[in-house]
């Protein structure tokens, strides 16, 4: 598969050969978490059909098999709870071989308030600490790219308030879903520090998705904006397909450590490349912050 299929539907056009180019992926490993729908799966598709040996983890692995029935390519499901730490243990400890490509892409979005298996806040918990220990435990296994998807929708907080992390002072599902996307961010900044600190070739970067229909929207609890919010999907957002093309950039395009990757066209859409991000999410002493916060938190950290 070339970029030049990324020119027809369900794709957005912008994309070419001439400002990108998708690389043979024979003989690399991918793991993608949440890879049995929306951006995952989509994402997963493009990897494998490039010759990727792609994972997905996924916390339901029945859906995790339909999902790779339709996959071109090698594929392998394995079981993944972000929300349970020791499930997140137990995948890293069952990995063997290296790992070309880590992306962390499964996610909740403004969900009713509820608690991890651990006790945290499920988006931050879920979207941020879920992934900071899985990077961490399989870090010493990854050669290539640690990719963590984040939103636009990061900008909407000012930054992340640690003697509140479980946001016992009130809860506000967009707010908590903003600051797990703002986590991702400075999350991938710090990481990166550390990865050229120790002397590592391997990159953090990022991506967001842009307005992408998926079925991350709509779990509001709240049938009157949930219902909204399924219509704005089939009116104003692009595909699944091709809100996956930023995360792919983010992965295979010739990009420096801690790159943002986006849409660049109007309203969300358009072909991916570089995208800025907001203040809170450049701050490098908040990032050193939140990394201490989530070590404690998870009970790992850097491993090289």
């Known amino acids: ?30 793991v993608i978490t949440g890879a049995n729908s929306g951006l995952g799966l989509e994402t997963a598709k493009v990897l494998a059909g490039r010759g990727a040996r792609v994972v997905l983890a996924v916390r339901d692995t029945v859906k995790g098999d339909e999902a790779a029935q339709g996959i071109p390519g090698q594929t392998e499901v394995r079981r993944l709870d972000l929300a349970d730490l020791s499930s997140v243990r137990a995948f890293a400890e069952d ?24 006790g945290f806040e499920t988006q931050f918990g879920v979207n941020h600490l879920g992934h900071f220990a899985l990077t961490n435990r399989l870090l010493e296994h990854v050669t290539g790219r640690v990719v963590t998807v984040s939103s636009g929708l990061h900008a909407s907080v000012r930054g992340i308030h640690s003697e509140d992390v479980n946001l016992e002072q009130g809860y506000s599902p967009y707010r908590a879903y903003g600051r797990s996307k703002l986590a991702n961010l400075l999350f991938t900044l710090e990481l990166q520090r550390r990865l050229e600190e120790a002397g590592s070739s391997v990159l953090a970067t990022a991506a967001h998705p842009g307005y992408a229909a998926t079925n991350l929207q709509g779990r509001t609890g709240k049938a009157l904006e949930d219902r909204f919010m399924r219509m704005l999907n089939k009116v104003i957002a692009q595909s699944a397909a091709a809100g996956a093309l930023p995360t792919i950039y983010a992965a295979t395009q010739d990009v420096p450590g801690a790159a943002y990757a986006g849409p ?3 309203f969300g859409t358009g072909a991916p490349g570089l995208v800025g991000r907001s203040g809170a999410a450049k701050d490098a002493d908040a990032a050193r ?5 989530s070590e404690e938190a998870t009970g790992t950290s850097f491993p090289l």
């Open 264 to 266: 660049t066209g109007m």
């Open 95 to 118: 990995w063997e071989g290296d790992l070309h490509l880590l992306i962390n892409n499964a996610g909740v979005m403004a969900i009713p308030r509820s608690s991890t298996v651990d």
């Open 289 to 293: 912050r939140l990394w201490e916060l």
């Open 1 to 30: 598969m070339s970029w030049t299929a990324f020119r027809s539907p369900p794709y957005r056009e912008g994309m070419s050969e001439k400002n990108v180019h998708l690389p043979d992926l024979g003989g690399r490993t991918a």
